[in-house]
């Protein structure tokens, strides 16, 4: 199911303008706690390392979490 919703993102996002569909319907449908967010990122700092790709996180995340 996984390879599926990968697929179908990535060709929406190859053939469209702006974010994919289902990626917006997603995000306006989350809610996540602060706990939450926090294992995310722990979570995804760890796959970072794991596969050695780094992850940076840019100005516009940090903005939007004070005005939050």
Known sequence: ????AF????????????YPEA????DSEA???GSDRDRLIRMLL????D?????EWNPKDRSKRRRR
């Open 1 to 4: 199911m996984f390879e599926y």
């Open 7 to 18: 697929q179908a993102v990535r060709a929406e996002a190859a053939v469209g303008q702006g």
């Open 23 to 26: 990626i917006q319907v997603a």
């Open 31 to 33: 809610v996540l706690t």
């Open 46 to 49: 760890r796959l970072g390392e």
């Open 51 to 55: 596969t050695e790709v780094p992850i």
